[in-house]
């Protein structure tokens, strides 16, 4: 089993950064996908990025590219996502996840990962 423990969240006014980390536990897996989702309330979880092992290979959301970045540390089993000029319309729960091993591609939807964390809350105030 994979524990996923998110780090990093807060309060925060527009146009403001904050950084989220995420540190994984246990029988983690190499060549895995990391990534983050989010829900806001009344909304269903949504993709924010994902990174592939080698980092070679990312994929964000239409509504994140270009104030998001995303990272990884194989070596201390961390993901990063850094996130700059933040909108109202980014306040939720943020989620770290895993998959299991590797993917064809970079997934981005829930059910192709594995491990979920219990979220981090987000949120940006106008």
């Known amino acids: 089993q994979v524990q996923l423990v998110e780090s990093g969240g807060g309060l925060v006014q527009a146009g403001e950064s904050l950084r989220l980390s995420c540190a994984a536990s246990g029988r983690t897996a190499s060549r895995n996908v990391m990534g983050w989702f989010r829900q806001a309330p009344g909304k269903e979880r949504e993709f924010v990025a994902a990174i592939v092992w080698s980092g070679d290979n990312i994929v964000y959301a239409e509504s994140v590219k270009g104030r998001f970045t995303i990272s990884r540390d194989n070596a201390k089993n961390t993901v990063t996502l850094q996130m700059n000029s933040l909108k109202p319309e980014d306040t939720a729960v943020y989620y770290c996840?895993?998959?299991?091993?590797?993917?064809?591609?970079?997934?981005?939807?829930?059910?192709?990962?594995?491990?979920w964390g219990q979220g981090t809350q987000v949120t940006v105030s106008s």
């Open positions: 996840t895993a998959t299991r091993g590797p993917r064809l591609g970079v997934p981005r939807s829930t059910s192709a990962f594995d491990y």
